[in-house]
């Protein structure tokens, strides 16, 4: 009996502490007992107001993670009466704050300052900012301070956005499935809305909050005109008061026929003036619904989306269209740049720059050109786009994918983070060296518009949110950057790290280094040496270099490489298409010329012999191999390595993470044995000593196919 009730007690503490994912970084579990006291004393209460539901929100955070880190219950004051005080407010909010007159200008509405100071003679900490939704930032950076065991007794902490709008796109369809998601269902159960509210909205919201982002576009681009009608407002409009207090405005996806669609109307030309009475009274809606609705975001004439040029008018017509609409509520435009047409026999690569640039100038004030990082679509490796820097009277808003469309789906390892610096780091030469992707978006190289950064999200209805545990650093790396582009990848991921696993250095160090190393895993493995897009057509499952004869030429992989007997590469200097060209004169000539191109471009502005020599000595074809293998060697010492922390993480996540390893271990070996054979069967050369063969021949690799591969919504 005795014995019973053990095992029932052991069992109801281990699922109280089940360690599923779900508390995401914010899990605020028991600190190491080398900072434990020092922490009790510098955070023993709190002295905060709860006069607004942001108060109220910023407050309770703070208890939470106080109680769990500190592993006690800590006060509430309602005066500082002694050391350890966390005081937080605005000047109009908290006595305290206001007396303190601390250097506030400067820090808009979103920033804040975190600070020692002596309040009555007691040290206390200070989080203070010109708004409420500032001390929630504030207050969660505080938190990221004790989680991470860096607090201290002089705490100088000054923070603002980079970036005004940070912001989550969710490819999200109104039957709950979700393009390009990987992990589950979409988070809004539009059927249950508005009436239940599921708690897991306010948990996304926390969570968002915790990393700055202010912004949720709630459904896919390839929008539904339904999402526009006043029984999916209402719903919106719900969603929208439970993110209001922590910051997130909504925005939605509109459809451009949506006139047509559910307006009546024979047209939507965007000239046409009943059209723009339709979009100004739908506008004039949705603010009577939510009257802190961000914007519109627009994929048109892209991928068979309708869109202006249905009408002979430009891009700019459709979007001037919509921002007239939405000036008058303060609204903002996102409109996309990722266009191409089948029709246009060119290099899809050049289309966007073509289509967009003559417009410089032509938007609105309150329109945001939306351009993905590279000029492709996603892959696991671009150039720049070269957009950026080239429409400098155009505000341009980084678009990446967070969800891993092109880069294992959810259960390969990789980290973003340095995919999205090494964009942002790019120079772009547009006013000279220094003129960094950054300083494009942040509006200081060229005009001082709306700035944003857009993430592709990848969260959904599974318990840990993002479809495996090491995806969670990707939701919190692009909201990072979102705030500061300059941060560093490294950086970030040994905050997330210490946050979501341990602060063991022998745990943070290793796994650390392994998320830096794992995105330039995948590249070896799926796409070296600047190949891109041989994932399999529609689903972007699997290699399938071989792919060929589809409706579009340029959603087929030999579209991508153009590899035959003789060579391989997209050859976009002059020439060839010269998209090389679209750059900088500076940048152009690096990438043009074949001694001065980065390796990892080669092939994506160059078509070359497969005897061509690498500056390494090794014949093209040589390296091309061996990167192959490289990727694959890169998965296993991850693997091994994740081994090697068994017992120093709970065992719950540790199984998931090893046997999703595991899966990676395998895909990569298929991807690495399918390109070489595929290859191979046209460079007829044999493979470089010691690489071995692929374990199947070529017509396995072709034979298959995956019919139910996630995310391939259309
Ligand atoms: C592609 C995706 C497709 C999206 C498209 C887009 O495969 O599902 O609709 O991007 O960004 O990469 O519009």
Same mark, same amino acid.
């Given at each position: 009996?005795t014995c019973?009730?053990?095992?029932?007690?052991?069992m109801?503490?281990?699922?109280a502490?089940?360690?599923?994912?779900?508390?995401?970084?914010?899990?605020?579990r028991?600190?190491?007992?080398?900072?434990?006291?020092a922490?009790?004393a510098?955070?023993?209460?709190?002295?905060a107001p709860a006069?607004?539901?942001?108060?109220?929100?910023?407050?309770d955070e703070?208890l939470r993670?106080?109680e769990?880190l500190?592993?006690?219950?800590?006060?509430?004051?309602?005066?500082?009466?002694?050391?350890?005080?966390?005081v937080?407010?605005?000047?109009a909010?908290s006595?305290?704050i206001?007396?303190l007159k601390?250097?506030?200008?400067g820090?808009g509405?979103?920033?804040?300052l975190?600070?020692?100071?002596?309040?009555?003679?007691h040290a206390a900490?200070?989080?203070?900012a010109?708004?409420d939704?500032?001390t929630?930032?504030?207050?969660?950076?505080?938190?990221r301070?004790?989680?991470?065991?860096?607090l201290?007794?002089t705490?100088?902490v000054?923070?603002?956005p980079?970036?005004?709008?940070?912001?989550?796109?969710?490819?999200?369809?109104?039957d709950?499935?979700?393009?390009r998601g990987?992990?589950?269902?979409?988070?809004?159960?539009?059927?249950?809305?508005p009436?239940w509210?599921?708690?897991?909205y306010?948990?996304?919201a926390?969570a968002?909050?915790?990393i700055?982002?202010?912004?949720?576009?709630?459904?896919n681009?390839?929008?539904?005109?339904?999402?526009?009608?006043?029984?999916?407002?209402?719903?919106?409009?719900?969603l929208?008061?439970?993110?209001?207090?922590?910051?997130?405005?909504?925005?939605?996806?509109?459809?451009?026929?949506?006139?047509?669609?559910?307006?009546g109307l024979?047209?939507?030309?965007p000239?046409?003036?009943?059209?723009?009475?339709w979009?100004r009274?739908k506008?004039s809606?949705?603010?009577?619904a939510?009257?802190?609705?961000?914007?519109?975001l627009?994929?048109?004439?892209s991928?068979g989306?309708?869109?202006?040029q249905?009408?002979?008018?430009?891009?700019?017509?459709?979007?001037?269209?919509? $921002? @007239?609409?939405?000036?008058?509520?303060?609204?903002?435009v996102?409109w996309?740049?990722f266009?191409?047409?089948?029709?246009?026999?060119?290099?899809?690569?050049?289309?966007?720059?073509?289509e967009?640039?003559p417009l410089d100038?032509?938007?609105?004030?309150?329109?945001?050109?939306?351009?993905?990082?590279g000029?492709?679509?996603f892959?696991?490796?671009e150039?720049?786009?070269?957009?950026?820097?080239?429409? *400098?009277r155009?505000?341009l808003?980084?678009?990446?994918?967070?969800?891993?469309?092109?880069?294992g789906?959810?259960?390969?390892?990789?980290?973003?983070g *340095?995919l999205y610096?090494?964009t942002l780091?790019?120079d772009t030469?547009?006013?000279?060296?220094?003129s960094t992707?950054?300083?494009?978006?942040?509006?200081?190289?060229?005009?001082?518009?709306?700035?944003?950064?857009?993430?592709?999200a990848?969260?959904?209805?599974d318990?840990?949110?993002?479809?495996s545990?090491?995806d969670q650093?990707?939701?919190?790396?692009f909201?990072?950057?979102a705030?500061n582009p300059?941060a560093?990848?490294?950086?970030? $991921?040994?905050?997330?790290?210490?946050?979501?696993?341990?602060?063991?250095?022998?745990?943070?160090q290793p796994?650390?280094?392994?998320?830096m190393?794992?995105?330039?895993?995948?590249?070896d493995?799926?796409?070296?040496?600047?190949?891109?897009?041989?994932?399999?057509?529609?689903h972007?499952y699997?290699?399938a270099?071989? @792919?060929a004869?589809?409706?579009?030429p340029?959603?087929?992989?030999?579209?991508?490489?153009?590899?035959?007997?003789?060579?391989?590469?997209?050859?976009r200097t002059a020439?060839g298409?010269n998209a090389?060209a679209?750059y $900088?004169?500076?940048?152009?000539?690096r990438?043009?010329?074949?001694?001065?191109?980065?390796?990892?471009?080669?092939l994506?502005?160059?078509?070359l012999?497969?005897?061509?020599?690498?500056?390494?000595?090794?014949?093209?074809?040589?390296?091309?191999v061996?990167r192959?293998g490289?990727?694959?060697?890169?998965?296993?010492?991850?693997?091994a390595?994740?081994?090697?922390?068994?017992?120093?993480?709970?065992?719950q996540?540790h199984?998931?993470?090893?046997?999703?390893?595991?899966?990676?271990?395998?895909e990569?070996?298929?991807w690495?044995?399918a390109?070489?054979?595929?290859?191979?069967s046209?460079?007829?050369?044999?493979?470089?000593?010691?690489?071995p063969?692929?374990?199947?021949?070529l017509?396995?690799?072709?034979?298959?196919?995956?019919?139910?591969?996630p995310?391939?919504?259309?």
């Amino acid at each position: 009996m005795t014995c019973l009730l053990a095992v029932a007690l052991l069992m109801s503490v281990q699922s109280a502490h089940a360690e599923d994912g779900y508390d995401l970084w914010l899990r605020y579990r028991s600190l190491p007992a080398t900072v434990l006291p020092a922490y009790r004393a510098l955070a023993r209460g709190v002295l905060a107001p709860a006069e607004t539901a942001t108060q109220r929100a910023a407050r309770d955070e703070l208890l939470r993670g106080l109680e769990g880190l500190l592993d006690q219950g800590p006060e509430r004051l309602d005066a500082v009466k002694a050391g350890g005080a966390i005081v937080v407010g605005t000047p109009a909010s908290s006595p305290d704050i206001a007396t303190l007159k601390l250097p506030l200008e400067g820090l808009g509405r979103e920033g804040y300052l975190i600070r020692s100071a002596k309040i009555d003679g007691h040290a206390a900490i200070v989080v203070a900012a010109n708004d409420d939704i500032g001390t929630l930032y504030g207050v969660f950076h505080l938190l990221r301070l004790l989680q991470t065991t860096q607090l201290s007794q002089t705490l100088a902490v000054r923070e603002r956005p980079d970036l005004q709008l940070r912001v989550l796109d969710h490819w999200d369809n109104l039957d709950r499935s979700v393009e390009r998601g990987y992990a589950g269902q979409s988070l809004w159960d539009w059927q249950k809305l508005p009436d239940w509210l599921d708690p897991r909205y306010t948990d996304y919201a926390r969570a968002n909050a915790s990393i700055g982002i202010n912004g949720a576009v709630l459904n896919n681009v390839n929008a539904s005109a339904q999402s526009l009608t006043p029984q999916y407002l209402a719903k919106a409009a719900a969603l929208a008061r439970v993110m209001r207090p922590y910051g997130i405005r909504i925005y939605l996806s509109a459809r451009f026929s949506a006139p047509m669609e559910i307006g009546g109307l024979t047209t939507a030309d965007p000239l046409d003036p009943q059209v723009r009475r339709w979009w100004r009274d739908k506008v004039s809606a949705i603010y009577r619904a939510i009257p802190d609705f961000g914007g519109l975001l627009v994929k048109a004439n892209s991928e068979g989306q309708p869109g202006p040029q249905d009408y002979g008018r430009s891009h700019a017509d459709g979007a001037n269209m919509l $921002a @007239d609409a939405l000036a008058p509520h303060h609204g903002v435009v996102m409109w996309r740049a990722f266009v191409y047409a089948h029709e246009d026999a060119g290099d899809r690569a050049k289309q966007a720059y073509d289509e967009f640039v003559p417009l410089d100038g032509e938007f609105r004030r309150n329109v945001l050109l939306q351009v993905k990082n590279g000029p492709i679509d996603f892959q696991p490796r671009e150039p720049f786009h070269p957009l950026f820097g080239a429409m *400098p009277r155009t505000p341009l808003m980084m678009e990446f994918q967070i969800t891993k469309e092109y880069l294992g789906f959810a259960t390969h390892l990789v980290y973003l983070g *340095p995919l999205y610096q090494e964009t942002l780091r790019a120079d772009t030469y547009a006013q000279g060296r220094g003129s960094t992707v950054a300083r494009v978006i942040d509006g200081s190289l060229q005009q001082a518009g709306i700035s944003g950064m857009a993430g592709v999200a990848n969260v959904g209805s599974d318990r840990n949110w993002t479809g495996s545990q090491f995806d969670q650093a990707n939701w919190y790396v692009f909201g990072r950057m979102a705030w500061n582009p300059m941060a560093d990848a490294r950086q970030v $991921a040994d905050d997330w790290v210490r946050m979501t696993f341990s602060n063991a250095p022998q745990v943070v160090q290793p796994v650390v280094s392994m998320m830096m190393r794992s995105r330039e895993a995948a590249v070896d493995y799926m796409t070296p040496l600047g190949l891109a897009h041989l994932m399999g057509r529609g689903h972007h499952y699997g290699p399938a270099p071989w @792919d060929a004869g589809s409706e579009r030429p340029d959603w087929d992989p030999v579209y991508y490489h153009r590899a035959d007997a003789r060579g391989i590469g997209f050859d976009r200097t002059a020439s060839g298409s010269n998209a090389v060209a679209q750059y $900088a004169a500076p940048v152009a000539r690096r990438f043009a010329d074949l001694s001065q191109v980065p390796e990892q471009y080669l092939l994506w502005f160059h078509h070359l012999p497969w005897d061509y020599r690498m500056r390494s000595g090794q014949t093209l074809w040589a390296a091309l191999v061996q990167r192959y293998g490289h990727g694959v060697d890169e998965v296993k010492a991850m693997r091994a390595t994740w081994a090697s922390l068994s017992g120093q993480i709970d065992p719950q996540r540790h199984d998931e993470v090893a046997a999703f390893l595991a899966i990676q271990q395998r895909e990569a070996m298929w991807w690495r044995d399918a390109c070489v054979a595929y290859f191979q069967s046209l460079s007829q050369r044999p493979l470089p000593p010691g690489e071995p063969a692929p374990s199947h021949p070529l017509s396995y690799y072709t034979s298959l196919s995956f019919p139910f591969a996630p995310g391939n919504t259309q």
